[in-house]
C-alpha cells in the first residue's frame, strides 16, 4: 500500500522494517504523516537523525521495559 497517497497521518514501524523500506527507496512518510510511532526494538541514533530530514512529524518511541 501506498500510505504517502492515501493520507495516513499515524504510522506505526518496528524501526528495523522501517529502515529496510527507507533503504529500498520505499518512503511511507507522505505529507500527511504526523506522527510517526516505532516499537518493538530499539530505535538507533542513525535513524533518528535519518527520520529528522525526512520530513516534518513527530517521532514516538514506544520501546520500553517490557520488551
Known sequence: ANFASKGCSLQQ????????MLTAGFQPMGRACRHLVLTGEALSTEL?????????FMVRNHYGQTE
Do not use: D, K, N, T
Open 48 to 56: 533518528c537523525r535519518r527520520l529528522s530530514r525526512a520530513g516534518e
Open 13 to 20: 514501524y518496528v524501526p528495523s522494517v522501517l529502515e529496510a
